[in-house]
């Protein structure tokens, strides 16, 4: 059983920057940020496998960065150039599997607010 616990987001005018943090109690496995916007599917944003390798999803590549510590068994997310659209609740997750799909992910974090006004 692994527990997430999000932290950081807040609110941020269009171009700013914000940063994400998730530390996890018990091993790390596959680690990724989701969020989910109003009216919208969850979606990945990036994962970062236990070999460091990361995967970015399209729109946000260039501008968010995900890495992990695995000696605080801390995720990060870090958040430059934000857009409106990057507006959501993002969650926090862990899994057996590197991908940018929310079904290969096992453990959830209660998710975390980032709002982005222009």
């Known amino acids: 059983q692994v527990q997430l616990v999000e932290s950081g987001g807040g609110s941020v005018q269009s171009g700013g920057s914000l940063s994400l943090s998730c530390e996890a109690s018990?091993?790390?496995?596959?680690m990724g940020w989701f969020r989910q916007g109003p009216g919208k599917e969850r979606e990945g944003v990036a994962t970062?496998?236990?070999?460091?390798?990361?995967r970015y999803r399209t729109s946000v590549k260039g501008r968010f960065t995900i890495s992990r510590d695995n000696s605080k068994k801390t995720v990060y997310l870090q958040m430059n150039s934000l857009k409106p659209e990057d507006t959501g609740i993002y969650y926090c997750a862990a899994g057996y599997y590197d991908s940018l799909s929310a079904s290969d992910f096992t453990y959830w974090g209660q998710g975390t607010q980032v709002i982005v006004s222009s």
């Open positions: 018990g091993y790390m496995y596959d």
């Open positions: 970062i496998g236990s070999d460091g390798r990361s």
